[in-house]
């Protein structure tokens, strides 16, 4: 049988399933272009259960994408707070602005232009918001169509996200929105990353190649394991009385992020010595391609230091976004 002939005989098992157990999540209840839009930036790269605490509280600040787009990015930013990858957040202010300008864009070509958006993003919100039978892979359903087809493809190649793409956009349905979650779904709940896929609750248990075969847990194939570049850096929690000094980060990781004052340093280079040393901790931070080994210094110090914005503990909770890679040293300051 081909892959496209099975990939055929599997879109209606899929949809039926989808249509029984398809998770309640916030998202999927009234939907817009905008709803849609907030959704999936959100959920680039982010765990379903942080987006959940935090998109309904996201619309009930900037409820239409007016809102959005007139807003303060320092209000954005805030509203973000704890999702991490803060560009994310800036470029969705972005494309409110071109959207509260120009109107929802109607085609694919026209909602990946937008701030933000890749193949992924565009095709998922393509065809949830817009009905366009457009495919959204990401490594979810590589891994899913590789099971299905028992195909060699790794999990990060790029080709096969074309090729498992293209294939897809030949047998998209009506229902062009239900079948991209649909996808996404099988790959969350059921054809799952680690451990074993559940096959016996799987709707394409009988078409599966990978799954008829015994062999569901070798595909996909395995990739090199990523090397991620390991950052040393000193972070300082200055405390002058009741307040706390912050730096706006500038370009780079984090940039335009208020953080504690912190410098890139040698593996066990020595601190700075500011006023009375309270507390030393070590922490770490893991982003995609970078890892930050952190070493924390509590001072007291007897004035409020030029250079640096003095924050109290509820400002810090209240307007400065501070990045979740600084949660370890932020307890210094409640
Ligand atoms: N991941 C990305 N988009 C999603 C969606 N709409 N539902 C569930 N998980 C997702």
Redesign the pocket.
């Known amino acids: 049988m081909t892959d496209l002939a099975r990939l055929q005989l599997a879109t209606l098992p899929l949809l039926q399933w989808f249509g029984e157990h398809r998770r309640d999540?916030p998202?999927r209840k009234e939907r817009t272009p905008y709803t849609v839009l907030v959704?999936?930036l959100m959920?680039q790269q982010t765990r379903?259960e942080a987006v959940k605490e935090r998109y309904t509280e996201f619309l009930r600040r900037f409820p239409t994408v007016e809102a959005l787009a007139a807003a303060d990015e320092e209000a954005v930013l805030k509203a973000w707070e704890g999702l991490g990858y803060y560009s994310r957040a800036r470029n969705l202010h972005k494309a409110a602005k071109i959207i509260a300008r120009e109107g929802f864009p109607q085609t694919w070509v026209g909602v990946r232009a937008l701030p933000g958006v890749g193949d992924y993003t565009a095709g998922?919100i393509s065809s949830?918001a817009l009905g366009l039978k457009t495919p959204a892979v990401d490594g979810n359903v590589v891994r899913i169509m590789t099971r299905l087809l028992a195909d060699p493809a790794k999990a990060g190649d790029s080709g096969a996200k074309k090729r498992f793409s293209e294939l897809l956009a030949a047998v998209y349905p009506e229902e062009a929105g239900e079948f991209t979650?649909a996808l996404?779904?099988l790959g969350?709940i059921v054809c799952v990353p680690n451990g074993p896929p559940m096959c016996g609750a799987c709707p394409w248990s009988t078409l599966c190649k990978a799954n008829l075969e015994g062999r569901e847990t070798e595909f996909p194939q395995r990739e090199e394991p990523k090397k991620r570049r390991v950052v040393y850096l000193n972070v300082y929690v200055l405390k002058a009385g009741e307040k706390f000094a912050l730096v706006k980060r500038e370009e780079g990781l984090l940039g335009g992020l208020y953080g504690f004052p912190a410098e890139e340093t040698e593996e066990g280079a020595p601190g700075r010595t500011f006023g009375s040393l309270l507390a030393v901790k070590r922490a770490k931070h893991i982003f995609t391609h970078i890892e930050w080994r952190m070493t924390g210094y509590l001072f007291a110090v007897p004035k409020e230091l030029e250079g640096y914005l003095w924050a109290t503990r509820e400002e810090i909770g209240e307007k400065y976004a501070l990045p979740s890679a600084f949660r370890a040293f932020r307890k210094w300051t409640e």
């Open positions: 999540l998202w959704s999936e959920l379903v998922a949830i979650e996404m779904e969350a």
